[in-house]
C-alpha cells in the first residue's frame, strides 16, 4: 500500500479510564484527507471531534490503529521524532487565538520560525506574504487589541502556515464570531488549504459552514460516518 501524502487514520481506537472500566472516545475510526483538501467534521457533543484533533495531531497516541503524516507512520515514530515530525509538517489553530499581546502581527509570526532556528528575514519576508493572502498586509504593525475577533483569528490561522505544514487541524475556529463573519474565516481555510497544499481538518458546530469543505463527516459516540445529506 503506497503511503498517504496527506493526513491518514486508520481503524484508529482511543479510550480514557473511566472508573473501573474505559471509555471509548475513538472506535475504529479510519479518514483519508487527501492534499489540498479540506474535511469538515461534525458531531454532538462529547462525540469524540477533540479526540480526533488530538490523535491526528500526533498530541495522544491511540490504543490502536495508524497515524499517517504525509506519508510517515506518527505512532511508530519515538516521542523526539514525533515532536519534531509535529513541529515541521503539522499547523494546528485553536479556537482562541492566543495571541501575544506585546506583538505585532508580524512578530507573532515571526516568532515561530525564530523558535524553529530558521533566517529572521525570510522570516519576515514570509510573514508578511502570509499577512497579505489572510487580508492583513496593513495590520502587520499592530498588536493584538487593535485587532477585531475576526482579524485575530486570520492572524492565528497565517502563523499556523509559517512552516508549510502538510497537515492543517483547525478547532472551531468560528465560535466566538457571529456566522457572516465566521463564513469568511472557513471560506480564508477552504482557499488556503487549496493554495498551500495542506490536507486541512475543520472541526465545527456550524452547519452553515459545510458547503465551503471538499467532504464532511459526522462522529457519533465515536464512530465515524459520512452523512447522506450534509
Ligand atoms: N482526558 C480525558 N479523560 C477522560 N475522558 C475524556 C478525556 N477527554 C475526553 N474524554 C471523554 O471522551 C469523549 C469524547 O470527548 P471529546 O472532547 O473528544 O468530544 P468532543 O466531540 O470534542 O466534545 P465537545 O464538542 O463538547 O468539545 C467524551 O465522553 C469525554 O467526556
Given amino acids: 500500500m503506497h503511503p ?6 486508520a481503524d484508529v481506537t482511543l479510550t480514557y479510564p473511566d472508573g473501573d472500566g474505559r471509555l471509548t472516545a475513538l472506535d475504529r475510526v479510519s479518514l483519508a484527507v487527501p492534499p489540498g483538501t479540506l474535511t469538515a467534521v461534525v458531531g454532538p457533543s462529547g462525540s469524540g471531534k477533540s479526540s480526533l484533533l488530538a490523535v491526528a495531531a500526533t498530541l495522544t497516541t491511540p490504543d490502536a490503529g495508524r497515524v499517517s503524516i504525509a506519508g510517515l507512520d506518527a505512532v511508530a515514530l519515538r516521542p523526539a521524532e514525533r515532536a519534531r515530525l509535529r513541529r515541521n509538517t503539522i499547523g494546528i489553530v485553536f479556537q ?6 506585546s506583538l505585532t502581527c508580524v512578530e507573532q509570526l515571526q516568532v515561530m520560525a525564530h523558535l524553529a532556528g530558521g533566517s529572521a528575514r525570510k522570516a519576515r519576508a514570509r510573514a508578511l506574504e502570509l499577512l497579505d493572502r489572510v487580508g492583513l498586509a496593513d495590520r502587520a504593525q499592530h498588536r493584538p487589541h ?3 475577533g475576526g482579524q485575530r483569528q486570520r492572524v492565528n490561522i497565517a502563523r ?3 512552516h508549510e505544514p502538510s497537515v492543517l487541524l483547525v478547532d472551531e475556529p468560528t465560535g466566538a464570531l457571529d456566522h457572516e463573519r465566521g463564513a469568511a474565516i472557513v471560506t480564508l481555510l477552504a482557499e488556503l488549504t487549496r493554495t498551500s497544499g495542506a490536507a486541512t481538518v475543520l472541526v465545527t458546530h456550524d452547519r452553515g459552514h459545510l458547503p465551503h ?5 459526522e462522529l457519533i459516540d465515536g464512530r465515524l460516518r459520512t452523512p447522506a445529506a450534509a
Wanted: aromatic fraction near 0%; proline fraction near 9%.
Fill in 4 to 9: 498517504s501524502p496527506g493526513l491518514e487514520l
Fill in 96 to 101: 482562541q487565538p492566543n495571541l501575544l499581546a
Fill in 146 to 148: 487593535r485587532l477585531s
Fill in 160 to 162: 499556523a502556515l509559517m
Fill in 213 to 217: 469543505a471538499d467532504r464532511t463527516v
